[in-house]
């Protein structure tokens, strides 16, 4: 006989909520997909139905090869995403502590990153392209260039949201700045942390694809703008589904460590 888990357990949980909440996911984007496409007046040939993306993908005769097409695509398309999105949140992260040990460091670049973040990527992305080529060092830069500046400001707003009272108390019994950040700052600011590591999974699969049509011509992003240039659009939107049922997938499980990590950080020692 077995036992159901415990109400306590953080794992069974997340996973639960977790797998309660993709479900919901996917069940709305068909609902609204299905109520987009008969309300708008769209060609069937160009939009294409839940219906026809299922059959392209599991009845049809040659759904095994479309499967595993995709799926190809996918795989490299996620190795490009994770290159941006490793490099984005390391550079964010570093950047992040070094505006909180050096106040003047922050008002001096802070409106600069901004500033820069407002110029479209895909302006941009060519420049990146010229400079460090087709392959692999420009699919990192590309994508760690859209995820870096939101991470950065969400990641310094987390490390300077800790109680003013708790950083003077500490400060009062001698503790240094550094001592300060591990012991006050860094735990406070874990919540937002992990919301701008959830919030990069999707900008970094964005830098990943841009990369793909402005560089490598690889991955789903290459094969998705063959698929629209060639009209094979039954292609492209089942490239566009399972993208992004494993990019909610990912943010999930993204926000199941999240979980684990801040049930971690909170226990009663």
């Given at each position: 006989?077995?036992?159901a888990?415990?109400?306590?357990?953080?794992l069974?949980?997340?996973?639960?909520?977790?797998?309660?909440?993709?479900a919901?996911?996917?069940?709305?984007?068909v609902?609204?997909w299905?109520?987009?496409?008969?309300?708008?007046?769209?060609?069937?040939?160009?939009?294409?139905?839940?219906?026809?993306v299922?059959?392209y993908?599991?009845?049809?005769?040659e759904?095994?090869?479309h499967?595993?097409?995709?799926?190809?695509?996918?795989?490299?398309?996620?190795?490009?995403?994770?290159?941006?999105?490793?490099?984005?949140?390391?550079?964010?992260?570093?950047?992040?502590?070094?505006?909180?040990?050096?106040?003047?460091?922050?008002?001096?670049?802070?409106?600069?990153?901004?500033?820069?973040?407002?110029?479209?990527?895909?302006?941009?992305?060519?420049?990146?392209?010229?400079?460090?080529?087709?392959?692999g060092?420009?699919?990192?830069?590309?994508?760690?260039?859209?995820?870096?500046?939101?991470?950065?400001?969400?990641?310094?707003?987390?490390?300077r949201?800790?109680?003013?009272?708790?950083?003077?108390?500490i400060?009062?019994?001698?503790?240094?700045?550094?001592?300060?950040f591990?012991?006050?700052?860094?735990?406070?600011?874990?919540?937002?942390?992990?919301?701008?590591?959830?919030?990069a999974?999707?900008?970094?699969?964005?830098?990943?694809?841009?990369?793909?049509?402005?560089?490598?011509?690889?991955?789903?992003?290459?094969?998705?703008?063959?698929?629209?240039?060639?009209?094979?659009?039954?292609?492209?939107?089942?490239?566009?589904?399972?993208?992004?049922?494993v990019?909610?997938?990912i943010?999930?499980?993204?926000?199941?460590?999240?979980?684990?990590?801040?049930?971690?950080?909170?226990?009663?020692?």
């Amino acid at each position: 006989m077995t036992t159901a888990p415990s109400k306590g357990n953080p794992l069974a949980r997340s996973t639960a909520r977790t797998l309660v909440t993709l479900a919901g996911a996917v069940l709305a984007i068909v609902l609204v997909w299905t109520l987009f496409l008969r309300t708008v007046n769209v060609s069937p040939f160009v939009a294409k139905s839940p219906a026809d993306v299922w059959t392209y993908l599991i009845t049809a005769p040659e759904a095994g090869a479309h499967r595993s097409a995709i799926v190809t695509d996918l795989l490299r398309t996620l190795t490009d995403a994770a290159y941006g999105y490793v490099l984005g949140l390391a550079l964010a992260a570093a950047i992040s502590l070094l505006f909180y040990f050096s106040r003047t460091a922050e008002a001096m670049f802070t409106p600069t990153i901004t500033a820069i973040h407002a110029i479209p990527m895909v302006t941009v992305a060519p420049i990146l392209v010229l400079i460090f080529g087709r392959g692999g060092p420009a699919t990192a830069v590309i994508g760690a260039s859209i995820v870096v500046v939101p991470a950065l400001l969400t990641m310094l707003h987390g490390i300077r949201s800790a109680p003013r009272t708790d950083i003077d108390m500490i400060t009062a019994f001698g503790a240094s700045t550094l001592t300060t950040f591990i012991k006050v700052s860094l735990p406070h600011a874990v919540p937002t942390w992990f919301a701008a590591a959830r919030v990069a999974v999707t900008t970094s699969v964005v830098g990943a694809l841009l990369s793909e049509w402005l560089a490598t011509g690889e991955g789903l992003g290459g094969q998705m703008l063959r698929a629209a240039n060639e009209f094979r659009f039954d292609r492209l939107w089942a490239s566009v589904v399972v993208l992004t049922v494993v990019c909610v997938l990912i943010y999930h499980v993204v926000a199941v460590v999240e979980d684990l990590v801040t049930a971690r950080m909170t226990a009663p020692r």
